[in-house]
């Protein structure tokens, strides 16, 4: 499908290129030990819209070890497909709930359980309702795991 360009180049900033120009250069969140918040936590469609999925976004705070953090309020995300999975010992849809249960109860939160996809959503905005604002996390994060974060404590703030 061909995009027809002219309508947005028409309306572009004259000063576009020169905003490109001194643009500071992108950088991906490095991999490294964060205190963050839970901005987001529920289970929604996937960009395809073909299956569910997981969905964490976290905002970093500070440092674990208290050192200057040059990372704050940048975000890290976590998203778990959780239907449509390949069917396998290895991985499927319920080692991938499994996995999503296993993530949360690091969080201190023990009664999640699985009864079917609409009550799984219900239950994790719920437990997103009760820790938003009143729970930061410890995490380990490394992007290109399957696993990119890794919850080592959670504490109340």
């Known amino acids: 499908m061909a995009v027809d360009f002219s309508a947005f180049d028409a ?3 004259p000063n576009l290129q ?3 120009k001194n643009a500071k250069e992108f950088a991906d969140v490095p991999n490294g030990d964060y205190i963050v918040g839970i901005d987001r936590m529920e ?3 996937t960009k395809a819209k073909d299956k569910l999925m997981f969905s964490a976004q976290l905002s970093i705070k500070e440092n674990s070890d208290g050192s200057t953090c040059t990372q704050k309020g940048r975000k890290i995300f976590f998203n778990r497909v959780i239907s449509g999975n390949k069917t396998s010992e290895n991985w499927n849809d319920g080692r ?3 996995s999503v249960i296993t993530w949360i109860s690091k969080m201190g939160i023990d009664d999640l359980v699985f009864v079917n996809y609409s009550d799984f959503a219900e239950q994790v905005l719920d437990i997103f309702q009760e ?3 009143t729970v930061e996390l410890d995490v ?3 992007a290109d795991d ?3 974060i890794t919850i080592n404590e959670a504490f109340d703030i």
Do not use: R
Request: no cysteine; net charge neutral.
């Open 140 to 142: 380990i994060y490394k």
């Open 43 to 45: 289970v929604k469609l």
């Open 18 to 20: 020169e905003d490109v």
């Open 131 to 133: 820790v938003q604002g």
């Open 96 to 98: 991938a709930i499994k």
């Open 11 to 13: 309306m572009m900033d």
């Open 146 to 148: 399957f696993n990119p």
